[in-house]
């Protein structure tokens, strides 16, 4: 097994309508204006890529722990959202104290200022 250089890459699944020079700036905003824990020595701006989703299997990984995420916020023709895929996933979601929403799961906005339908919310509540 390879070992890596202990820099964090950040890859997305290519497609279109993202900037992702826009999101270099943004991080590169992020690590001069904003006061934030991110560790930055160990954050390469400059390896931003893109790629095939189909060339990456973590891509695909990635994929399938969003769609979870997606399948509780995003009511079907009826109304309804599943939340049991997100449950599924929970034990691979980084956390601190049980903490998932700090440290593991980003959503913006925030959950508590999505206007949440009781139903969607209902799906986070381990995760609070």
């Given at each position: ?18 900037s ?17 824990q ?8 400059d ?11 973590a ?8 769609s979870a ?9 009826y ?12 034990g ?13 799961l980003k ?12 139903s ?9």
């Open positions: 097994m390879q070992e890596g250089n202990g820099m964090a890459k950040i890859t997305f699944s290519r497609r279109g309508g993202l992702y020079d826009g999101f270099k700036g943004y991080l590169e905003l992020l690590r001069d204006k904003v006061e934030t991110i560790h930055w020595p160990v954050i390469d701006i390896a931003v890529a893109a790629q095939d989703h189909s060339r990456l299997a891509l695909q990984i990635a994929d399938c722990g969003v995420i997606a399948a509780a916020l995003e009511p079907d023709i109304g309804n959202v599943e939340h049991s895929y997100l449950h599924e996933i929970a691979n979601i980084y956390h601190k104290g049980g903490n998932y929403l700090s440290y593991g959503t913006l906005p925030p959950l508590d200022q999505a206007g949440l339908s009781q969607q919310a209902f799906g986070f509540q381990r995760f609070r």
